[in-house]
């Protein structure tokens, strides 16, 4: 159950890597802001939505395609151990728990909460802030000052227009009923581009999408590429904008705006949030002045090219994914936590691991999960298969002993051991018979 929202991770940084991957590849020329900003969009769908759970669909129509066993790894040699983990397990009078999460996961994700509360307090601190401000400024609607287009938008979305009369950064606060607060110029032209800007972001629902974006840094705060993601929805927001504001302008009108939101970003502001709000970085500076100037097209080829590389790109992540397996064990008492499952085929060699106070048997349960030897003895590590995985094996069955180590929640443990039918290829049981349970009062495999 660990599993899913980093696999989810995995399938959106995988999108994203590849977006911006293709995006270099095939030039700025020729694909636009708004070629970008649906690419974007799919790439924070492969973030949100659990594609991993597609993962056992895809195999078994790889292998009902192709007819082989390609997406199971034989299990010739070695020792294996099962990755409980990912696994429920279900015991008498409906008992339920599942295995520990790993401690590299455990570790990962415990940074990730720390960075995400820091970065979470600074965004909260800056919202907020943002928010009193536009509830403080005196209302005002000078529809005189709005041209055809920004007027039928105010009407249509309900805008509340509030000119500041100091300079400072202009933004918009809201979804439902936003609220514009545009900074009162001398200029009467750049305060029309200002507030025809403010209200472009209002017709494609750019603060939306922003506070989606940023859903995904809260689902996947572990994850330094959703950062990344972030900040370019931010970046590319405002390149949509500036794109779909020039369409109605005039070459020398796309000049004069771009000089107005050069003038915009120089300008000093007695509001520091509201220079944190519209602070662009140089690079992104230059980027969106390019844009105005240049206007590139977007190739549709090149689009449905980049849409279809991404998506085949995230098919990796997705079929990597093991969906978490539910194992009825009558065997599982109250307060048992299931850590190490052994499986060792008969005739095996087992390891000479040199420890001291545990038996050969239980050696294993020191440094995995789970595990399996072959015949030869050799090692092997394996995770478990789900069990529509399972279903759709042609199954190669070999005697075995399975040894399970269970944790207690008074601090000690129990190894039970079991004879069964083994499937080498995806790891199915069957005729599975106890032969022991051994209890020890304090656990001395940990």
């Not at 520990?100 to 601190?125: A, C, D, P, Q, S």
């Not at 849409?307 to 093991?322: D, H, K, N, R």
């Not at 050799?378 to 002993?401: G, M, P, R, W």
Request: a positive charge; proline letters at 4%.
């Amino acid at each position: 159950m660990w599993d899913l929202p980093m696999y989810m991770g995995l399938v959106g940084s995988v999108a994203y890597v590849a977006y911006k991957l293709l995006y270099r590849m095939t030039g700025k020329e020729k694909l636009s802001a708004s070629g970008r900003w649906i690419l974007l969009r799919v790439v924070m769908v492969f973030y949100l939505l659990p594609f991993p759970l597609l993962s056992e669909p895809l195999k078994k129509m790889v292998r009902n395609l192709s007819d082989r066993d390609i997406l199971f790894r034989k299990v010739n040699e070695g020792v294996y151990w099962e990755d409980v983990s990912k696994t429920f397990y279900i015991g008498k009078s409906g008992y339920m728990t599942f295995g520990t999460m790993e401690i590299w996961k455990r570790n990962i994700l415990i940074t990730g909460v720390v960075v995400f509360l820091i970065y979470m307090l600074h965004f909260l601190k800056t919202y907020q802030e943002c928010r009193r401000l536009a509830q403080r400024i005196p209302g005002q609607k000078p529809k005189n000052d709005l041209d055809d287009a920004s007027s039928r938008i105010a009407r249509k979305y309900h805008v509340t227009i509030k000119y500041v009369p100091e300079k400072c950064g202009s933004f918009t606060q809201g979804i439902r009923r936003p609220t514009v607060v545009i900074a009162q110029s001398e200029d009467e032209k750049a305060t029309q581009y200002q507030t025809r800007h403010e209200m472009t972001h209002i017709r494609y629902h750019h603060t939306f999408w922003s506070h989606l974006a940023f859903l995904v840094n809260a689902v996947h705060f572990w994850n330094p590429l959703a950062y990344l993601f972030y900040q370019e929805v931010r970046q590319c927001i405002e390149l949509h904008c500036d794109e779909q504001v020039c369409q109605s302008l005039t070459r020398e009108e796309c000049i004069e705006y771009g000089k107005r939101i050069l003038d915009a970003a120089v300008q000093d502001s007695n509001t520091g949030v509201l220079n944190f709000r519209g602070k662009i970085r140089y690079h992104n500076m230059e980027e969106r002045i390019k844009m105005i100037k240049r206007k590139p097209k977007t190739k549709k080829g090149i689009l449905l090219a980049t849409l279809l590389l991404m998506s085949a790109a995230t098919a990796i992540p997705v079929l990597a994914y093991e969906s978490p397996k539910i194992v009825y064990n009558e065997e599982l008492e109250a307060g048992e936590i299931p850590t190490d499952i052994v499986f060792v085929i008969d005739g095996a060699e087992e390891p000479d691991w040199a420890t001291d106070g545990i038996p050969k048997e239980e050696i294993p349960f020191i440094t995995t999960d789970a595990y399996f030897m072959d015949e030869a003895g050799n090692v092997t590590y394996l995770s478990e298969e789900d069990v529509s995985v399972q279903a759709i094996c042609s199954h190669s069955f070999k005697s075995a002993t399975i040894s399970e180590h269970r944790v207690i929640t008074t601090g000690g443990c129990t190894v039970t051991t079991y004879r069964c039918q083994l499937c080498t290829k995806c790891k199915y049981t069957k005729n599975k018979v106890k032969q022991q349970k051994i209890s020890y009062e304090v656990c001395k495999h940990k």
